[in-house]
């Protein structure tokens, strides 16, 4: 009788155990998501500001034409080629602002100050993406995530090229 009542708290212990680390995974899971959508949010806010400098007349209308070009590709790609856009909408917005070194316009202060926010937060933005995609594949990494298969469908979280250029 004692021997049955110990394996029956085992088991729901053990029971316990894989729901709460199924619950777990699942938070991280939702984490990843989140963090995935803020820079989302903050890469489309940046191209939006860099089609405002590409049609503003702060830049010379060759550099204007590729950072209108970066901008709309960047904005429009496809999960496949955003790491090819959003670096190149960093190299386009590296070659205005080296254009722009000497200068000091004023019309478009506001402008660059946002973009310069905007970098900022995408840094952080980057960061926690990172640190959520990193933690929730240790997790799932772990014999039991595996054996008991808690992962269900969900697709392991990947990274992208873009996040490691030096925006």
Known sequence: MKTGLTLGLLLLLFLWYLSFSATRLDRLHHRVETSWANLDGL??????????????????????????????????????????????????????????????????????????????????????????VARTISVRKKIVFKLFRLAGTAPLPITHEFEDDDL
């Open 43 to 132: 890469l489309q806010r940046r191209a939006a500001v860099a089609l405002e400098l590409a049609h503003s007349e702060l830049a010379d209308p060759a550099s204007s034409l590729i950072l209108m070009a970066a901008a709309y590709q960047a904005r429009e790609a496809d999960m496949r080629g955003r790491s090819f856009a959003e670096s190149g909408l960093s190299s386009a917005l590296k070659l205005l602002h080296g254009d722009l070194e000497g200068q000091s316009p004023s019309a478009e202060k506001a402008l660059l100050e946002e973009l310069s926010l905007l970098t900022e937060k995408i840094k952080v933005g980057v960061a926690i993406h990172l640190d959520a």
